[in-house]
């Protein structure tokens, strides 16, 4: 890992990001024992409006809480898209959901993933609501950033009581849209 790992999950209230956002730190500092910091913002609707998560993790201890140069950029809105992608460093992995985002992200980024995620929750699990799931799950295969295992202790200790088969499957399906929708990217880390 790098001495700063930055992520932002960025789309609309009620698609999961907090959550995400916060599953992802919680297996990093609490399972992997790396130091990680989790911010977010939204608007005042508790759905439709404009959402961020931010995590941020390091060998050391976080100086400052918030991402400022990401490395790994979701997009989960055609807003999102509009907002974060001209300040993505042109070495970021930007994922964008290609059910919800029609910007067309410039080749100038390497690294990105165009991935139905919406549309995987829907046809994989039943549940459009699991696609965060799925995007963390595809962040981590992608990165590297967190163990597997750390990520779904994380996970089960976050969902509610009953839906851990359905989030364990998520999980799995952001890990094979990995290797389906962002071969490029393993391919460049030798994976």
Do not use: W
């Not at 409006?49 to 941020?56: D, I, L, R, T, Y």
């Not at 989960?76 to 992608?85: D, G, I, M, Q, S």
């Not at 364990?168 to 094979?176: I, V």
């Amino acid at each position: 890992m790098a001495e700063r790992f930055e992520i932002r999950l960025a789309g609309s209230g009620g698609q999961g990001l907090v959550l995400g956002g916060l599953i992802m730190s919680e297996a990093a500092a609490i399972f992997d024992g790396i130091y990680a910091t989790q911010t977010q913002s939204y608007g005042p609707e508790s759905r439709g409006g404009a959402s961020k998560s931010e995590v941020v993790l390091s060998k050391e201890e976080v100086d400052y809480p918030k991402a400022t140069n990401p490395d790994v950029v979701l997009l989960f809105t055609e807003a999102a898209a509009e907002k974060y992608l001209p300040m993505c460093k042109e070495d970021a992995i930007v994922i964008a959901d290609a059910d919800l985002v029609k910007t067309e992200i410039p080749d100038k980024y390497k690294k990105k993933v165009i991935v139905p995620l919406t549309k995987i929750a829907k046809e994989g699990v039943g549940r459009e609501f699991v696609a965060n799931i799925i995007a963390i799950g595809l962040i981590r295969e992608l990165t590297g950033i967190v163990t597997e295992a750390s990520l779904e202790k994380a996970l089960m200790e976050r969902v509610p009581k009953g839906t851990e088969e359905m989030n364990r499957k998520a999980l799995a399906l952001g890990k094979e849209a990995a290797h389906t929708y962002g071969k490029h990217v393993l391919d460049m880390k030798g994976k």
